[in-house]
């Protein structure tokens, strides 16, 4: 069970970084398959790809999600790297620590706030971390869109080793076909 904790957990803050990212309305069906994608333990059949992409009204719709996504994406994961590495070093401090490449990330949200002139979506970025990095100094538990999960050294690393799965499942997904 506390695995199966991190791993929502990890996907909900992936899924919440595209998000934001994108700025895309997803229906519930396809931000749920989208969740189960980024998870460490998750998994993407051609059913779930099929109904993903028939979610979106037009293939024009489709094409400036997957465009976007691409994009985004090695800037969302890196960021959720950074994140993590900064919630190894939390645990190991025994106090939250904002690293300099997390205050950089930090930073960069805020310019893209700027520059898109959308709701500061870096607030709330910076109010998610925090309560992961206070979780991590202090061993305690994150609670996250209705999902909790204790923040433990192992748990930092199992996150930090799965998060190349997650990379790879929403690459498959964001393939032009499911070949």
Do not use: C
């Not at 309305?25 to 998994?43: C, H, Y």
């Not at 800037?75 to 401090?93: C, D, G, N």
């Amino acid at each position: 069970m506390r695995l199966r904790s991190i791993l929502i957990v990890l996907a909900l803050f992936i899924v919440e970084s595209v998000a934001h990212a994108q700025g895309a309305q997803l229906t519930p069906r396809q931000d749920e398959i989208l969740r189960r994608v980024a998870s460490v333990d998750g998994s993407l059949s051609r059913a779930q790809y099929d109904e993903f992409w028939a979610g979106f009204r037009s293939a024009a719709e489709r094409e400036q999600f997957r465009k976007s996504f691409r994009s985004a994406l090695p800037a969302i994961l890196k960021y959720q790297r950074t994140l993590w590495l900064a919630a190894r070093e939390s645990s190991k401090q025994g106090r939250p620590i904002i690293t300099p490449e997390l205050r950089k990330a930090f930073e960069q949200a805020e310019r893209n706030d700027r520059d898109t002139r959308h709701q500061p979506p870096s607030a709330e970025m910076k109010r998610t971390a925090q309560a992961l990095l206070e979780g991590a100094a202090h061993q305690t538990t994150v609670n996250k869109d209705g999902h909790s999960m204790r923040i433990t050294p192992e748990a930092i690393e199992q996150v930090l080793r799965g998060l190349d799965g997650s990379i790879n499942r929403l690459e498959r997904l964001l393939s032009e076909s499911w070949q």
